[in-house]
């Protein structure tokens, strides 16, 4: 009897050893194949990972990576390339993973990677999605709006896509896109200027290593608020992961909050701002040239800002001041005196009032039926940014579903706009914003580095005028044409215009070739 106890218990874990083996074959045999242009989840998705990720609420919806090869016509012949939808993992100091960070990659084939330029490329918000720069300005499928409708709105191929100069990757920051915090309270650990700068750089530094680009020239390209993190997250990329940035773009950049976010109790942000209002006015009235804008930008930097900077005007001097101010902007005259000159807000509402109409912040020439006219001041949802612009995410998540074979039911935020409330300025608000200090030392401390910025002459949220006003108080550090400023017709998103979004692309293939 003592010889058969071992004897039988050798054969129970020797059938509960084949047992286990089967079904791991049988497990392994029942995975499908891999299909053509896809690729099976990297191993932070295997094992113990997806374990993890069962106990992390909705992060259990994302998908494996998915890799598809595709092919865009580009002047000059046919680009093929290799896009990867997937998401990449960040971690706490305890090493619990923290968050998982969604990002589309645009590869060309056949390419020499060390020679190729690869962008990071984001939206701003804070709480923006990148599908506004993928699927408007950069990407190989580009969405258009016919007539501004979003109803409309249809996908076609992007023959000035900028994959034809760099490489892409397309960054959705935590809050964003389907990029989310491990815990549902987690945000408040990435919802901040720093954190956020933070997060997005050890994001590129994950996607270098991955991706063996550490010898590529690495570019940056934010709108919006992405243009101030953009500077940002470079000077951590140089800082905390030893990477240096050979050029950054932006797109409508807010770099200085005080020029940008104080029209209405100050003198100079609300002069800066002037011009964008002519340019509307100019563009309405069918009279845009640049010589014509040159006379209201003069005016805006010498007798309205020192006007608006003084006492109340009074007598003719006041009506001669107002009835300029009107005749610049398009304004009722007695609109601009009630708000003694600083019109930003009176702007919106009652520019077009005699028509029913309001006008856009983001892009002052557009105008569309006031939803709200027995109201006194403007209430509601931007006709750009609420309107025909929401469409981007949709079309988003049915791309990367249909075309990229990213396929999840947790659903896309194209602009999730609890963020910027929650949002941590790290000092005194978002007035006190800047980034100019970290141009200069990007500028000082990199020779080769140059800086592109863009901006339609129509925008009111990030006026054209701050950025060169921030440009023209750089102190002199090398060649003059390191930084550019470069102006096209619209608004905040001027890369909706056909044309505007044309020139712009060709326009920043030249940067690039000049930074090479």
Do not use: C
Request: charged residues 20%; proline residues 6%.
């Amino acid at each position: 009897m003592p010889t058969l106890i071992p004897s039988k218990l050798t054969r129970a874990l020797l059938a509960l050893l084949l047992a286990g083996a089967a079904t791991i074959a049988s497990a392994q045999e029942s995975r499908p194949p891999a299909q053509h242009g896809e690729q099976r989840a990297s191993e932070p998705r295997q094992g113990e990972q997806r374990q993890a990720d069962a106990r992390e609420s909705v992060l259990r919806l994302l998908p494996a990576d998915s890799v598809t090869e595709h092919a865009v016509a580009i002047p000059g012949g046919t680009l093929t390339y290799t896009a990867t939808a997937g998401t990449l993992s960040l971690f706490d100091q305890s090493g619990e993973r923290s968050a998982a960070v969604y990002y589309t990659a645009y590869v060309a084939k056949n390419a020499e990677p060390n020679n190729r330029p690869v962008t990071f490329a984001f939206n701003g918000g804070p709480g923006a999605a990148s599908a506004y720069l993928n699927l408007g300005l950069v990407g190989p499928r580009i969405l258009e709006f016919p007539g501004n409708d979003a109803a409309a709105a249809r996908m076609r191929d992007n023959p000035a896509t900028w994959l034809a100069f760099t490489d892409l990757v397309m960054i959705d920051p935590v809050g964003a896109g389907w990029s989310r915090p491990a815990k549902a309270d987690g945000g408040k650990a990435f919802y901040g200027v720093h954190s956020d700068a933070q997060a997005v750089a050890k994001v590129i530094a994950l996607y270098v290593a991955k991706n063996g680009r550490g010898n590529s020239p690495k570019y940056i390209l934010g709108e919006s608020y992405g243009g101030f993190r953009a500077a940002k997250v470079a000077q951590v990329l140089q800082h905390d992961q030893g990477i240096m940035v050979s050029g950054i773009a932006m797109v409508s950049p807010v770099i200085e909050g005080g020029l940008t976010f104080g029209s209405n109790r100050s003198a100079l942000s609300a002069a800066l701002q002037l011009p964008s209002l002519a340019a509307a006015e100019l563009e309405r009235k069918g009279a845009f040239s640049k010589e014509a804008l040159a006379q209201a930008e003069r005016f805006a930097l010498t007798d309205y800002l020192t006007t608006l900077a003084g006492p109340r005007p009074q007598g003719d001097a006041a009506r001669n001041f107002y009835a300029r101010v009107a005749e610049i902007t398009g304004l009722p005259e007695d609109v601009v005196s009630r708000s003694r000159g600083f019109i930003r807000d009176a702007y919106i509402k009652h520019l077009r009032s005699a028509e029913g109409k309001i006008v856009s912040r983001y892009d002052a020439t557009l105008a569309v039926p006031d939803p709200f006219p027995e109201q006194a001041t403007a209430r509601g949802g931007d006709p750009v940014l609420d309107g025909f612009t929401r469409a981007y995410g949709a079309a988003f998540a049915a791309y990367a579903r249909d075309e990229l074979g990213f396929k999840t039911e947790m659903t896309y935020i194209l602009l999730a706009s609890d963020i910027a409330g929650k949002w941590d300025w790290e000092g005194s608000g978002r007035g006190a914003a800047s980034a100019s200090d970290d141009l200069r030392e990007l500028l000082a401390f990199i020779p080769s580095f140059r800086l592109l910025i863009a901006h339609g002459y129509s925008d009111m949220v990030t006026p054209y005028a701050a950025s060169r006003y921030v440009l023209d108080h750089l102190p002199p550090i090398g060649d003059p044409s390191r930084t550019q400023l470069l102006l096209y017709r619209g608004g905040h998103m001027f890369y909706t215009d056909p044309e505007s979004r044309k020139a712009f692309s060709a326009d920043a293939k030249t940067f690039y070739q000049s930074t090479q």
